[in-house]
Every structure is written in C-alpha cells, then in structure tokens.
C-alpha cells in the first residue's frame, strides 16, 4: 500500500499511474479516497487520477492535533511534490473543495484547474452549528450510534446501499478521529473575498438534493470564480454527487479535462 511522509503525517493514496494530464481528486468530510471510485475508472488511463486520505480519514495516519483547510491544501500540494508532479488538476467534493480552493490560493501556478463538487467558500452555516457540534459530542461520546450514523448518511450520501457501505467504514474509525476534523470543518475560515484571485479555468458541480450545502452558494462560488463558466446541476443528487450520480458527473467531466 503506497504511503507518503508529508508534513508529519503518513498520508496514504492510490495513482493510477500512466502518461496522461494528472488530477488529484480530494474526497469529503467522513469519506476517503474510495468514494472517487466511479471517476478514477471513468478517467484512467487516458488522464493519471491520483486520491488520497485526508488527515482523520481512511488509512491515512494522522497525528491527531488541531489543523486546518490550509493545512490540508499543504499535505495536497506536499503529496504532489513527493510524486513528482509540478501541475495538476485539483477536484474536491465538499471538503475536499474547501482544500483545493485554498491549494489554488497558496500555489496558484501548480493548480492547472479546478473541479469542485458540492462545495462552497464560506463558513458554515451558523443555524446549523449547534446540531453539528452536538452529533460531534455524541460521536466523541458513544461512537456512530445508529441513529447518528444514519442521520449523518442521509446528509451525505442518502442511498440505502451505499449508506451502509459507509456506516460500516465509519465505525472502524477511531472515536476520537472526529475532534480534530470537525473542528476543522466546523471553525473554517471563509475565503469567500479571495476568489477573485483564482483565474484558472473550474468547472463546478452540485446536486439539486444537496441538503448539506444550498445550491445557491455553488451558484454564488461559480460567479466569483473568472474561470467557471457555470454550475452543471447533477438532478436529484445529494451531497455527495459524484458517488450516487456517477455518471452525470463523469460525463462533463471529461469534457472539461479534455478541453483543457
């Protein structure tokens, strides 16, 4: 299993290797890099589709102190360094969008372009703030009890198969591994006045069903965004738009990877 030492973590990631344009896909908060499943088999070998673990998730070992987005826009680009790559394609959904729109910040000539799936650029929302950090401390307490685990699946995911594929996951995480990630999500600084720095090309996703982030705060990141040329609007699907609707995904894309 391939590892990488990147900035005092052992981040784990799979490549796919070959000659074609690098994308490195960053995947949500609670999933890992499986969930990027149905785009790395639609994308290789014509492009080299790199996914990783953020730190708190799958097998990637993490250290377990406090850190940000800004930190994990670093572990990406570090992660690029140790493979080798100087430019890339950087796709994130949710939190994984959170990190590639600051990775585009920190280091604007590596990032080629942007794909962002179910994402936004601010802070969360402060009417949902209490209910978070209550489903955190009940993690933290008891673990993914039923009936969290399948409250938190009905934001994300919403799919009867795939919601117990990932309950299953989640309950070989070490209780403790959501301090540090849900704080990070939950404390998130908003980078909202920084877009206009961002003048590569993006292309933007979001589910009509997305209860988790409002499709108007996709609609307000694309207009911010000089390269994003609009949101494409993945019908029905929720948070997680590239795992339950692969295939109104995949299709554009390609495209866009192509005309790149």
């Known amino acids: 299993m391939p590892f990488a030492e990147v900035n005092g973590q052992r981040i784990r990631f799979d490549d796919s290797g070959g000659s074609g344009p690098p994308v490195i896909l960053s995947h949500g908060f609670l999933m890992d890099r499986e969930m990027f499943a149905p785009q790395v088999a639609a994308l290789a070998p014509e492009f080299r589709v790199l996914t990783w673990d953020e730190r708190g998730f799958g097998e990637t070992e993490f250290d377990g102190q406090p850190f940000t987005y800004w930190d994990s826009a670093r ?86 198969v795939l919601d117990k594929v990932w309950i299953a996951k989640w309950r070989q995480l070490p209780r403790d591994s959501m301090r540090a990630p849900g704080d990070c999500l939950m404390d998130r600084d908003d980078i909202t006045d920084r877009l206009g720095e961002i003048s590569c090309p993006a292309l933007v996703f979001h589910g009509t069903g997305d209860q988790s982030i409002e499709l108007e705060k996709a609609e307000q990141l694309s207009q911010a965004l000089s390269g994003s040329t609009g949101v494409v609007r993945i019908e029905g699907a929720p948070h997680a738009a590239n795992l339950t609707h692969p295939a109104a995904v995949n299709e554009p894309l ?7």
């Open 75 to 160: 572990d990406c680009l570090g992660l690029l360094d140790y493979l080798g790559v100087d430019r890339c394609v950087l796709g994130g959904m949710s939190q994984g969008g959170f990190l590639s729109l600051r990775a585009a910040l920190l280091a604007p000539e590596r990032v080629r372009a942007l794909v962002l799936i179910d994402t936004q650029s601010g802070t969360e929302d402060p009417q949902r703030l209490p209910a978070y950090r209550q489903m955190q401390q009940t993690w933290l307490d008891v673990g993914p009890v039923d009936e969290l685990a399948q409250a938190i699946a009905g934001l994300i995911i919403g799919d009867p």
């Open 254 to 260: 390609l495209r866009f990877l192509r005309a790149l």
